[in-house]
């Protein structure tokens, strides 16, 4: 059995908005989870994944965000220790399609791209109606925040910063992304620990609110 609950929510199946990753993708990797989560977890873009594993092949073989080996389990163990289980997240990325460098690996989506996605993300924001919103990472931390018309001057600086998304009137608590976790949150004066802590702090003092 796989490690997380196969509940994709397949906004529009067929996609063709994008030629280059309908070309590149294997199949959509939609949000995956219940839609009246209290907390929404936004993804970059599904990685090229590993079709022969047992459980975390990949969104890009899935079909459902956050499932890889790497990021995909150690974002949702992350969030389970923090006190947000399955049932309490919704996963789902800022580009539903694996992006491909051409060399087997994955490159940073296009302007395009992210803008052709973006309704995408705000129709399962609206869906969900989360009490939070945490996007991972650089670029989706960008992709939620120009939900609201804002750009992002410097990242690591709102890391574990609560901020208001008005248009969608929820909170956003941007995470490092958890392929870079191990070597960012050092930076930032955090330890695993302190890193975990912190995030359930925020987490109960906003899903709570």
């Known amino acids: ?22 070309e590149s993708r294997e199949c959509i990797s939609w949000g995956t989870g219940p839609l009246d ?5 936004v993804g970059e873009a599904p990685g090229a994944g590993t079709p022969d594993a047992e459980r975390w092949r990949g969104g890009n073989w899935t079909g459902m965000a956050y499932t890889s080996r790497h990021s995909g389990r150690c974002i949702r163990e992350l969030l389970a220790t923090a ?9 789902t990325n800022s580009v539903k399609c694996f992006p491909a460098d051409g060399a087997g690996s994955n490159r940073e989506p296009t302007t395009e791209e992210r803008d052709n996605c973006r309704p995408y993300l705000c129709e399962e924001i609206e869906q969900v109606g989360p009490a939070v919103v945490v996007p991972t990472g650089k670029h989706a ?3 939620v925040l120009a939900l609201d018309g804002r ?10 910063e609560p901020m208001t998304l008005d248009v969608l009137e929820t909170t956003v608590i941007p995470l490092v992304h958890p392929s870079y976790q191990d070597i960012w949150i050092a930076h930032l004066g955090y330890t695993e620990e302190s890193y975990r802590e912190e995030l359930q702090r925020q987490l109960d003092a906003h899903c709570q609110s």
């Open 151 to 160: 750009t992002v001057a410097s990242f690591l600086d709102l890391v574990m």
């Open 1 to 22: 059995m796989p490690t997380y609950p196969d509940r994709r929510n397949a906004l529009e199946p067929g996609c063709d908005r994008c030629p280059a990753l309908v």
């Open 83 to 91: 006190g947000c289980g399955h049932d309490d997240c919704y996963f």
């Open 141 to 143: 931390t960008k992709s």
């Open 37 to 41: 989560a209290s907390v929404v977890v």
